[in-house]
T-cell receptor
Framework: DADVTQTPRNRITKTGKRIMLECSQT?????MYWYRQDPGLGLRLIYY???????NKGEISDGYSVSRQAQAKFSLSLESAIPNQTALYFC??????????????FGPGTRLTVL | RKEVEQDPGPFNVPEGATVAFNCTYS??????FFWYRQDCRKEPKLLMS???SGNEDGRFTAQLNRASQYISLLIRDSKLSDSATYLC???????????FGQGTTLQVKP
């Protein structure tokens, strides 16, 4: 079983719709992250959470919100989707007490298309 | 200037070749450095953490040059299966936040 799972894996939606992307992990890590990836731009951080009561904006948080429902779950919402939010979205986890350098581990990604 | 920069390539090399990628970073307070491998439409997977003294894992060698603020990845005896995009990532201090380069594409040809 995958340690970090994301649902849905693919989603096509229309402009103005609300959509939620979900991330679950069985790694027991405290820290969770949401990134988006666009061609030629690499991965950019949207939001991150270091524990259940901690939520922080990343580089590109406008138009997004998050919810950390439990240690293992971190959801990303687009309240009113727009076409330039079409991208590949990745969830990641880490734990500074595991490994040497606080490495991050990624879920399989959600491909979102906003028409 | 981007915080983390890579030459996007593509690098097209024959099997058996040695190829090297560099990645520069602008924040001198950066503490941790990584190389990830990403196959088309898949998630990034950690290839190597980069240690201050440099480190090697089989055909892969990572180096850190703090004075010039870059990290490098050397791949020896390239295999067809090495074809992928290689992302460097840099973490500033203890922020826990990774900044990624845009990735370098490697295509190994028979």
């Amino acid at each position: 079983d995958a340690d970090v799972t994301q649902t849905p894996r693919n989603r096509i939606t229309k402009t103005g719709k609300r959509i939620m992307l979900e991330c679950s992990q069985t790694k027991g890590h405290d820290r969770m992250y949401w990134y988006r990836q666009d061609p030629g731009l690499g991965l950019r951080l949207i939001y991150y959470s270091f524990d259940v009561k901690d939520i922080n904006k990343g580089e590109i948080s406008d138009g997004y919100s998050v919810s950390r429902q439990a240690q293992a779950k971190f959801s990303l919402s687009l309240e009113s989707a727009i076409p330039n939010q079409t991208a590949l979205y990745f969830c990641a986890t880490s734990d500074p007490n595991v490994g040497t350098y606080n490495e991050q581990f990624f879920g399989p990604g959600t491909r979102l298309t906003v028409l | 200037r981007k915080e983390v920069e890579q030459d996007p390539g593509p690098f097209n090399v024959p099997e058996g070749a040695t190829v090297a990628f560099n990645c520069t970073y602008s924040n001198s307070a950066s503490q941790s450095f990584f190389w990830y491998r990403q196959d088309c439409r898949k998630e990034p997977k950690l290839l190597m953490s980069v240690y201050s003294s440099g480190n090697e894992d089989g055909r892969f060698t990572a180096q850190l040059n703090r004075a010039s603020q870059y990290i490098s990845l050397l791949i020896r005896d390239s295999k067809l299966s090495d074809s992928a995009t290689y992302l460097c990532a840099v973490m500033g201090g203890n922020t826990g936040k990774l900044i990624f380069g845009q990735g370098t594409t490697l295509q190994v040809k028979p």
